[in-house]
């Protein structure tokens, strides 16, 4: 992978991370454009998302330390740990997929653009039917329950799926949940920061001990790194206006005729 692939790659991840249209399956499609492919393509994913999470660090900076201070300076049960305890919950069923389906759920990778259409076309269902219930319902919503952190923690495990926007089906599952727009889309970024983090040093203990070999060069990662934090740093904040908006229609349609081409091309 050539530092200008790598620039490329780390800009569609950037935006795809928090826009609601599939990172994975944008990485997807930009490595069968550009031809790229083999183990550096795993590691180029790491490094990607890893640059991702730390924009999300720096956007909702003041959210997270304020979630650090009121769970570790009192003894006493309050807002910030209740906040993060949902966060933890959220964090089972995509912990239990990590765990014991990781070498499935890696299999799905790289074969071909037909997955990737089919996900993005359930992506646009998803976001349009809860941007059609959230009109029709009177109620403004409420705060994310435990229940819900549950549910939303599904929908992360199965968007595990090249295609299935991790963002997007999490936060359409929260609107569908009934859950305020200004909170969901908070909680979605959140939420996934554990998981990422996590996956990012298993995957770095395995190339620092030679049990995971890849050729990309330290030119492509640095590039890759800094598209993805800068271009992730601008997505992030767009979207929390997005969803307080009621935008998601648009990312409906753009998915929806992004993964019938992606069909289309695999079947011509």
Not at 1 to 29: K, R, Y
Not at 32 to 55: K, M, Q, R
Not at 202 to 223: F, P, R
Request: with cysteine.
């Amino acid at each position: 992978m050539s530092w200008w692939e790598a620039l490329i790659l780390g800009i569609v991840q950037g935006l795809t991370e928090f826009l609601p249209v599939s990172s994975s399956g944008h990485l997807e499609i930009g490595h069968a454009l550009l031809g790229t492919s083999g183990e550096e393509n795993l590691t180029f994913a790491i490094i990607v998302h890893a640059a991702t999470v730390l924009s999300t660090l720096v956007i909702l900076w003041r959210e997270v330390a304020q979630l650090f201070k009121g769970t570790f300076t009192t003894l006493q049960w309050n807002a910030e740990k209740d906040y993060v305890a949902k966060l933890l919950v959220s964090m089972i069923p995509v912990f239990i997929v990590g765990m014991f389906f990781k070498d499935q759920v890696e299999a799905f990778f790289g074969n071909g653009l037909l997955l990737v259409g089919i996900c993005l076309l359930i992506t646009a269902v998803l976001l349009a039917l809860s941007e059609w219930l959230q009109k029709k319902r009177q109620a403004v919503g409420h705060e994310v329950t435990y229940k819900d952190a549950f549910i939303i923690g599904i929908a992360q495990a199965c968007a595990v799926l090249p295609g299935l926007s991790r963002s997007g089906t999490t936060i359409a599952t929260g609107l569908l949940c009934g859950v305020k727009k200004e909170s969901v889309a908070q909680f979605s970024f959140l939420m996934v920061l554990i998981p990422i983090l996590g996956e990012a040093l298993l995957d770095g203990m395995k190339l620092l001990s030679g049990e995971m070999v890849s050729e990309l060069s330290a030119s492509a990662a640095i590039v890759g790194f800094l598209a993805a934090f800068l271009t992730g740093c601008f997505a992030c904040r767009f979207m929390l206006e997005v969803v307080r908006r009621q935008r998601l229609v648009w990312f409906a349609l753009y998915c929806a005729i992004i993964g019938t081409a992606a069909i289309i091309s695999t079947l011509c």
